[in-house]
């Protein structure tokens, strides 16, 4: 059965779509003269593109390491995940658009690095050059764009054909690119991490920041995965999906969470128990300036899907899967909000409307192109090998 | 009259279902099955409640916590106080990020191991413990239903006669 958007989910998108642009007017309006517009701005900008451009991406990372282990129950959720996923080519122009504008403003106080006068000044900066310059910068910001784009092709045109022809020859190709693919984002999700958010706290850094931005980024899509298919089974759509599926995909969830806690703890507590100045800077920025948001996130990142998740029953429970992603979808934000703002703006970063509108705004954008994306191709995959597992999943 | 086990083996796992099925569809009550690996779909078939393993785990879990938290605050702090990491010292509070590792290990350890301890308890099959399946071949490629006269308001003779149709290839029973 093809899918169709209702008129009601888009009248419903386009005042969401005209609640963040009104929003983002009046606050554009409003704070137009105080200091530091512009980078709030671009802070913002780079927020917003970043955090749905990262659920496009982990449903791409999702569906290669779907194929890469040959995973059987996925395939009747399969074209959700290549939905999601296909959100990537409009949240790399958004988010590059961004980038771009940041880089022709020498870094508008986002990356101070890109600033010719603060480099010039400063000598840690100095020392971090020949990696942080905006020239290698976009090279490899291109040629993460450039992966991300040809794997996700591959897949779309391979998983279209599969429902034409059939065979396992496709499935095979699918197994081989979807490993080489994980090759390349093992690397790439932790450079890219660096590059776009790590370089923000110029001065610091930490190995174990492109797992914690990747684990962030793998909960919140696996979220996004949860409410589209509850979405479309409400509306009737998915018959072949039932509560196992619904419940796997809770499991995800529920473990990308913990994956997520724990690895903003290891960051957190190794660098609080070695105590070394160059180190807690990056905390104590933080913790002074945004103690109850820093650690609220925290608490509710972990804590909520921990307790209310960690049920059977809630797993498989529509209302409570909606409202506990809900939850989780707004902790990531915040936390990814953090991670910029903290560095760009420091003290002076609170949310106001145009915070809130903007991230309506992208909101809505990620949200019509998933469902523009549902309506190119039947909703469940016709000759995946798999599929026949699929249905017969039970757990 | 004597109460009786009637043990049914099949010699594959979709029969035994499909049996199942039909027997239930006509009000018998199956009181289990034995197989060499789990059958999908026959608990609801034969109307096996959900396992409360996950809630037993999580009280083990939450015993870890309690003890882990008990033991380390005893030994960090009041029995032997430590200076942890030149941190504001004597306090459990104020250096609990370092206790978290512990409690969090010892917290999954005492999950796993209650989990796996009730797990054999229950199906009583700890180490040398005699063996409860009725046929040893259910451990290799047999399967059977295990239906009990007691728990069911039918003779033995009706079941006898319901259960002719459901494809078994050998038949015992047991007074008990």
Known sequence: MEFQITQKAKRNIYLLLGTGLLLTLIGVLTGMDSNHFSTRLLTNGLIDTFFFFAMGLGALFFLALAYATETGWYASVKRIIEAVAGYLPYGMGLMGLVLLIITFMDGAHVYQWMDPDVVAHDEIIQGKTAYLNPVFFWIRTIVYFACYLIFLRGFKRRSLEEDKIGGTDLHFMNYKKGALFLVFFAVFSSTSSWDWLMSIDVHWFSTLFGWYTFAGMWCTTMVVLIMVTLYLKKLGYLEKVNDNHIHDLGKWAFATSFLWSYLWFSQFMLIWYANIGEEVTYFQMRIDNYKLLYFGMFIINFAFPMLILMSRDAKRHAGILTFIGLIIIGGHWVDVYIMVTAGSLGPTAHIGLLEIGMALTALSIFILVILKNLTKAPLTPVNHPFLDESIHHEI | ?176
């Open chain 2, 1 to 176: 009259m004597s109460e009786k086990v009637i043990y049914v083996m099949y010699d594959d796992d979709g029969v035994l279902k499909d049996g199942a099925k039909k027997l239930v569809s006509k009000g018998v009550k199956i009181s289990d099955t034995f197989s060499p690996f789990p059958i999908h779909g026959i608990d609801p078939i034969i109307g096996i409640k959900n396992t409360r393993l996950g809630i037993m785990a999580f009280l083990y879990g939450l015993t870890g916590l309690t003890l882990a938290t008990i033991g380390m605050r005893f030994f960090m702090i009041v029995d032997w106080p430590m200076n942890i990491g030149g941190k504001p010292s004597f306090s459990y509070l104020e250096n609990i990020l370092s206790f978290v590792p512990i409690s969090f290990e010892f917290t999954v350890m005492c999950a796993a191991h209650g989990m796996a301890i009730t797990y054999l308890l229950k199906n009583k099959t700890l180490p040398g413990m005699p063996a409860q399946n009725p046929d040893p071949r259910t451990t290799d490629d047999k399967f059977v239903m295990e239906i009990r006269t007691a728990e069911n308001s039918m003779d033995e003779k009706d079941l006898d006669k319901l259960i002719k149709d459901t494809g078994f290839i050998e038949i015992d029973k047991k007074t008990i």
